[in-house]
């Protein structure tokens, strides 16, 4: 499994951007997707996650409203669509693969314990 990410850059708060993930030999049909940011001196923050066997999707209270997580199985890509960009939101953003679902379990799919692959990430910077 290979992530990369892309898109990041400085925007101006208010602002929108939109983050790529790369994710080869992950298995659309299966496996998950989340995002993670980490901001310097903070912990690593998972924000949105996408469960590809069924679309459902998952976001943090600080992102929800805000960002929207999709995915494009032809070009094995899963997007990220910020909007109203906050200073706050600055931080290196990751996206993470994992396992999808296993039966009825509960999963914590913003937890990163759940997620077995990690891309570089790419840095968001937004001015206020």
């Known amino acids: 499994v290979q992530l990369v990410e892309s898109g990041g850059t400085l925007a101006q708060a208010g602002g929108s951007l939109r983050l790529s993930c790369a994710a080869s030999?992950?298995?659309?049909?299966?496996?998950?997707i989340g995002w993670f940011r980490q901001a310097p001196g903070k912990e690593r923050e998972g924000i949105s996650a996408?469960?590809?066997?069924?679309?459902?999707?998952y976001y943090a209270d600080s992102v929800t409203g805000r960002f929207t997580i999709s995915s494009d199985n032809a070009r094995n890509t899963v997007y990220l669509q910020m909007s109203r960009l906050k200073p706050e939101d600055t931080a290196v953003y990751y996206c993470?693969?994992?396992?999808?679902?296993?039966?009825?379990?509960?999963?914590?799919?913003?937890?990163?314990?759940?997620?077995?692959?990690w891309g570089q990430g790419t840095q968001v910077t937004v001015s206020s």
């Open positions: 993470a693969a994992g396992p999808g679902p296993l039966g009825s379990a509960y999963v914590d799919w913003l937890s990163r314990y759940e997620y077995d692959y």
């Open positions: 030999g992950v298995r659309f049909g299966e496996d998950s």
């Open positions: 996408i469960v590809l066997s069924d679309g459902s999707t």
